[in-house]
């Protein structure tokens, strides 16, 4: 059994406005098949940055016939980095996730952060892959031309007498 996280994860909280984005998760067997009646509990943490479900800082629901489940959470007061521990069970099986949030003052309405850019859209990693390839191909010629020697002929040529032309 595993937990997969539809929604929540990475979500900046506004402490002003009280706003939040619930998790949801699906809770999938080892078919990749929803599991429909399990067990799923939904933790906030106990101090410091966090919040409550319905007023609780635990809370258990079971899962609809998609698998899912979630339960409304409000953030606290607190602002700074936290994690929901969610757990999941069902006839022996379990399965657990962690779904990290941000509680922030500044934020007028709750939102999902956006991912960081992958490292093919940063001009730096280009750099460094240009770079390395220049570095390469001048490395190889080097590797070629050494071993080729060149012949000199110094041959005599006509004296002159006099000032310099």
Do not use: C
Not at 59 to 71: E, P
Not at 75 to 86: A, E, H, L, M, V
Not at 100 to 116: F, K
Not at 119 to 138: E, L, S, T
Request: hydrophobic fraction near 40%.
């Amino acid at each position: 059994m595993r937990i997969l996280v539809l929604e929540g994860q990475n979500a900046i909280n506004s402490v002003a406005t009280k706003s939040a984005i619930s998790p949801v998760v699906q809770v999938l067997d080892s078919m990749e098949q929803p599991v429909e009646g399990a067990e799923v509990t939904f933790e906030a943490p106990a101090a410091g940055p966090g919040g409550h479900f319905n007023g609780q800082p635990v809370v258990t629901v079971k899962t609809d016939y998609r698998g899912q489940a979630t339960a409304n959470f409000s953030p606290n007061d607190t602002p700074g980095s936290f994690s929901i521990r969610i757990k999941a069970a069902m006839t022996g099986q379990t399965a657990e996730v962690r779904v990290r949030q941000t509680n922030e003052r500044r934020a007028m309405e709750a939102t999902i952060a956006p991912p960081p850019k992958p490292w093919y859209k940063d001009w730096k990693w280009w750099a460094v892959i240009g770079g390395g390839a220049g570095a390469g191909a001048g490395f190889g010629i080097y590797l070629y031309n050494r071993d080729q020697t060149a012949n000199i002929t110094i041959a005599p040529g006509t004296g002159s007498i006099g000032g310099p032309r």
